[in-house]
């Protein structure tokens, strides 16, 4: 009997004290022959070029032989927290680590897939300081840099399948260098001789990884380089040129451009939780939403961008994409209630009708058409009574701004109950005619 209790109190403990987010696995594979490349971000939170890049991985690129998996967000609850690592170190953390520490789980899956038979080589990204040189110029760029560069913890490994990584690196440098931003911002390759020289480096993923035959880099962008775009576009650029080494083919939706990445960081992604049916854009979203109707139960949610988590803030949820705060919610706590799927509306004077969770664009008016049992709310109408706002032709000018859920000012919910349930919601739109002629 005592042994029983005592096996639950350590289930029970090692549930507590693992991590809150748990790091997302996305495998693009090809279903042709060839090698696997696995790339893990994020295992710095305060390191955005080490996050961002693999979420774009992740969204926009096709692989077309050979295989990339993908751990965009390894230690998400540092990301999400723009913290080096909010339970310490954990890139110091791979030769040895308690089972009570909170990165145990994550570093112990990771270590799995890392050995993961089919996967051949692994590259950890992070933003290091300064800009490494071999020598000594300034206080910037020195030996004891970490930026703009290909981290190696030896000349090769012996026996591997692109064991050589010294050359590795070198020509995937070279091609790097090609066409830079700033000529300052060239890669170059940083031997840490992790055995003989580097007893911190000894606990590092990619020295866990060579030291079990596998090999394994870092690919740093600089800390220096304060704008996010360009952190990304030199990751995205050195994870090609890893990807031809290892031939890899793939393609992508966009030319590999800094003024194109910065176009593709500015979409946030959309958010869908779902009780509510609703999808949020959150590029467009606002910084604060009041109203926003969510079940007590446990919280789930969906993102086309792994970087992006809900996370319960005293009596708010902030929405997060990485270390971005997007926007906060203030929740309204009700009981959900199914029985509602689609409603019948007139849009302009034009009858309609839409799903429950859709978008819904108008010019000039809309108006819900009254449902049996079910009382309509429409969030921000200034003529709202103590009825149901069914039947009511309503247009821009009857709206409080403050009430709508975009930055625009433009995107209103209108939400549907029965009794005190709630049963989901649509969003109406009102499309500016000289913006959307522009
Ligand atoms: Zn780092």
């Known amino acids: 009997m005592k042994k029983v209790f005592l096996a639950l109190g350590f289930l029970l403990s090692t549930y507590a004290f693992s991590a809150n987010l748990h790091y997302t696995l996305i495998k693009k594979e090809s279903g042709k022959e060839g090698s696997t490349l696995l790339i893990v971000g994020g295992i710095h939170g305060d390191e955005p070029g080490g996050y961002f890049a693999p979420m774009l991985l992740s969204k926009y690129y096709k692989i077309e032989s050979g295989n990339l998996w993908i751990v965009p967000n390894l230690n998400f609850d540092s990301i999400v927290k723009n913290s080096r690592g909010i339970n310490g170190d954990m890139n110091r953390k791979f030769a040895k680590i308690e089972p009570k520490d909170k990165d145990f789980d994550t570093v112990t899956e990771i270590k799995k897939l890392i050995l993961h038979p089919k996967v051949d080589l692994t590259l950890n990204l992070h933003d290091g300081q300064g800009f490494y040189r071999d020598r000594q110029i300034d206080k910037n760029f020195n030996p004891k840099a970490w930026g703009q560069a290909t981290i190696i913890d030896q000349q090769q490994i012996a026996s591997a399948k692109y064991g050589n990584l010294a050359e590795i690196a070198k020509k995937v440098n070279q091609e790097t260098n090609v066409d830079l931003i700033e000529d300052v911002h060239e890669f170059n390759v940083k031997n840490t001789n992790t055995k003989a020289q580097d007893k911190a480096m000894q606990q590092s993923l990619t020295y866990f990884s060579i030291t079990n035959n596998k090999p394994a880099f870092a690919i740093e962008t600089s800390k220096n380089i304060t704008e996010l775009s360009p952190k990304v576009f030199y990751q995205l650029k050195t994870i090609e040129k890893f990807m031809n080494v290892m031939n890899i083919k793939f393609s992508r939706s966009f030319e590999l451009s800094e003024e194109n990445i910065k176009k593709l960081l500015s979409d946030d992604g959309m958010l869908e939780i779902p009780p509510t049916k609703i999808t949020l854009d959150l590029a467009t979203l606002k910084p604060y939403i009041k109203f926003f109707p969510m079940s007590k139960d446990k919280l789930v949610y969906n993102s086309n961008n792994p970087l992006v988590a809900v996370i319960k803030d005293k009596d708010e949820y902030k929405i997060m994409n990485g270390n971005i705060l997007v926007s906060k919610l203030k929740p309204d706590f009700i009981e959900f209630e ?11 004077g034009k009858k309609s009708s839409a799903k429950i969770g859709s978008l819904i664009s108008a010019k000039n008016s809309f108006q819900i058409d009254p449902i049996n049992g079910y009382r309509i709310n429409i969030i921000g109408y200034s003529k709202s009574g103590v009825g149901s706002e069914g039947g009511i032709k309503v247009e821009p000018k009857d709206f409080i701004k403050s009430y709508a859920i975009d930055k625009d000012e433009t ?22 005619e000289k913006k959307s002629k522009k």
């Open 338 to 348: 199914n029985s509602l799927s689609s409603i019948n509306l007139s849009i302009d």
């Open 411 to 432: 995107t209103y919910m209108v939400q549907f109950y029965k009794d005190k349930k709630f049963c989901g919601m649509v969003n109406i739109k009102f499309e500016d």
